[in-house]
């Protein structure tokens, strides 16, 4: 066989008929230890994304991205606009790490972690599986008239996805919003707030879009993530794979016949029964070797497998394997590549560390108000300011006084002290009042104090502009 030969089936994906058509994929259903495994983690994956944003730490969402009012809380911990950086930072960490585990592991990511793929496959797939039955019935009606079983079941199918839809979208909302919030506005009804009611609507349109009709197709052209494998794979990256050199004998595959001795003839193990490809999510062939398409699902290792257990073979001819491993027999080793992400990780993660340690808990900002001269007032200088304070920590900030630490002089908030909500922030005027024996220059640097009943909880600076001649 020619190379082009070979690869003949890149020309083509497997949803896309001939005629240019939708080719619907009705996997079998898969089942075996891996998916066995699969199920587990995706519970526990779902446990925490739907009880996440119901968790209160010190009063704080345990999960908060509330992008519309600048409000994020990440393991219960406040983080405001003012800690961008550590958001940015973390995010690079976040797509450093996924570039290092696609190195090493594929695209694990895709078939254990990934939220399309757990919705699809473990939600949607198994409500799809119990009304429709396995891959044979569901191909049955799909073919079928429109008679009354098919628009019972049809129907059945789409209104519990659309309500599955309602739930997920209910459920990002109370990340996005608050979980307060959410059940604020779901008791006072709906209806009180369109506002939040019509975007919720469209998510959930747009949720039930992908999981009744779009489907593998995110995976395999929509994922920017997906796209980015050819880059990142190489020959030692390890991927769900089929031993071709197992497989195949110099004839290539041969199919199963009873009463006949496979060894003695020189056959490989695969004996093309096709269960690897009837599985597949995606409707590929994982036997013409690593492609775009393939989610590391690991369904086609546990359909082998069961062949390979039934005919009498050792299991793993499709399993988690590098190029390398299969063509050469070679383990896993660090290569430079690796060595060089992990060192990138590493250091990015020691510095967000050294950053999280530094952060403090109050933030205080001082600035002049812009076009304000200084005025004088017999031998005191004033000049007038606006403050803001963030308060990061789980506690009220009470009696919130701010005191001159560098000079002699006054601080007076416009309308007394102030009181800074946890998680909060407060904003406002202030006056500084020097009397000119105590400045030496036209524009002295202040250092103030930032006190909550009475405490120093925080230090920061400004500028005093004072008359040129002052002695
Ligand atoms: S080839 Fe195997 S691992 Fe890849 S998507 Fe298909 S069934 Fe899943
Ligand atoms: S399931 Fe295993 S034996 Fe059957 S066709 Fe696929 S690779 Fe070959």
Redesign the pocket.
Known sequence: MTTQDQEHFRDSIGTITEEGKRNYIHPKKPKGKFTNYRTYVSWLLLAILFIAPFIKINGNQFLLFNVLERKFNVFGQPFWPQDFHLLVLSLLIGVVFVILFTVIFGRIFCGWMCPQTIFMEMIFRKVEYWIEGDRPKQIRLRKQAWNAEKIRKRLLKYVIFFLISFIISNVFLAYIIGSDKLLKYITEGPLNHVGTLIPLLVFTAIFYFIFAWFREQVCIIACPYGRLQGVLLDRKSIVVA?DHKR?EDENG?KKFRKNEDRNELGHG?????????VVCPTGIDI?NGTQLECINCTA?ID??DE??VKTGYDPG??RYASEDNIEKGEEFKFNARIKAYSAVLAIMIAVLVTLLFLRTDIEATILRLPGQMFSTKGEVVSNVYTFKLINKTVNNLDNVVIKLMSHNGEVKIVGGNSKVMNGGMTEGTLFIEIEKKDLSSSKEKLKLGVFADGELIETTSTNFPSPLRIK
Not at 270 to 276: F, S
């Open positions: 089929y497989g595959r193990d695969c004996i093309d029964c096709n269960q690897c490809v036997r086609c359909a082998c062949v390979m001819l499709i």
